[in-house]
């Protein structure tokens, strides 16, 4: 078909007086097409139309389009059983060509930033190999739009706690933050409402208080407005992950880091400019950090168990033994953990990766028992077996038998055999554990049984009384 420059030229050259041969020949186009274009007039090419088999079903493909939900597949069978028989990719053609379920094209804007205007937070689920495992994470970023200056960071999972510990890192990492934070429609951040609309949870409106930005939400389906935190979710994906092994969370979280601290001083093409130097230009009119910036915690509470620990997140961490059975604070915060008696701060651990399944001991609440740590070395001797090893060899003997045959009941067995010692008579106890060890017993309350019997019947004899004695004298 010939264009309109083309067909614009045979006309000029047609109204010179100019016969078709010399027209053809000048153009380079065949004699039949300029004679065509002369006897249709018009400068416009015409538009061809292709007749099909489905030209008169149109209306019968919209109502089957809408009963069916917009599955073209089921229009394709529904024809097929009303008898008209056209290939699934003819139909789809057909759609496109009268408009049937197609959604007209936008073109996409491009959104410019003034220094420190905005910045862009969202997270994004992530496969990561931790330690050999593949494990789901929840990666958050935040972009200043300015500059593009990047900060991102990973989770086990990412709720307001961990929202809060993650833009306090990112405003520091920035030494300030934007006048804006444009986010989507998180609950975690939202409470109610979506796009102009949305209106953020009390507890996150004073966190942004705090730094001197404020939150606010794209429309529902804007996926371009949050394009620059997209972007760097992508980026990290196909450039950070590939290649590189972590040992555990805190060790990806760091070399995610550095990763950030090298693509910021990186030149990038859109910008023209490495972030890092368009950062220089931005940070003046960053909103600076206050001049105390309080650390994150979470604050819960806790019943210390008869172990003496109280359990966060499916790990246990170590209390005072005078406080087990009472309601204690539990502080969580990024890296730690304390527990606190009212106001007074009892201790503090190192904060174990959540749902790790963990026990955190510190060194002044391991004590001796059952549960003692293995690393200490074997358990010293407690006072009770020191008294009965002295009270002759068969109470030595019976020791010996009980810490081999109930090694985790060890000390129980003894504080029991001590008790007996104090309540019963020395000779029949012995005598009850000499008989004992002859037939290899170990059981103490058969052998409590036997020193019953004897101390019925040897120690304590009731004398025989009359039932009259009056009577007796009288008669």
Known sequence: MLNTDVRKAIFELHQKGHGIRPIARALRITRKSVKAVLAQGTVEPSRIERNTELDGYVERIRELYTGCQGNLVRVWEEMEAEGIRVGYSTLTGFCRRYGIGVKPKEPAGRYGFEPAEEMQHDTSPHRVKVGGKLCGLQCAGLVMCFSTLCFAQLYLRFNRFWCKVFLTDAAQYFQGSAHRCMIDNTHVIIAYGTGKNAVPAPEMKAFAD??????????????????????????IENNFYPGRTFQDL?????????????????????????????????????????????????????????????????????????????????????????????????????????????????????RRGLWRDKRLGPMPALPEETVLKNAGPPFEALLRKLKTQSNKRHVTAVRKLYRMF???????????????????????????????????TQFFRIPEIDDDPEGEENG
């Open 250 to 366: 805190k060790d990806l979280n760091l070399q995610l880091i550095h990763w950030c601290d090298r693509v910021n001083r990186t030149f990038k093409k859109s910008i023209q400019a490495k972030p890092i130097e368009l950062f220089q230009a931005e940070k003046p009119r960053l909103k600076p950090l206050p001049i105390y910036v309080p650390e994150v915690y979470n604050l819960e509470h806790r019943i210390v168990d008869i172990e003496g620990y109280v359990s966060l997140h499916t790990n246990r961490y170590s209390a005072p033994a005078d406080l087990i059975g009472r309601l204690v604070q539990v502080r969580q915060s990024k890296d730690r953990v304390r527990i606190l008696q009212g106001n007074k701060l009892v201790c503090e651990h190192d904060r174990l990766q959540d749902g790790a399944r963990l026990r955190s001991t510190l060194d002044e609440h391991r």
């Open 210 to 235: 705090r730094f001197g930005f404020r939150f606010e939400a794209h429309e529902k389906g804007d996926a371009n407005r949050s394009a620059h935190v997209e972007r760097l979710f992508h980026y």
């Open 422 to 456: 104090l309540d019963y008579p020395t000779p029949a106890l012995r005598e009850a554990v000499e008989t004992a060890l002859e037939y290899g017993l170990t059981d103490l309350e058969r052998i409590e049984r036997m020193v019953l019997k004897t101390v019925a």
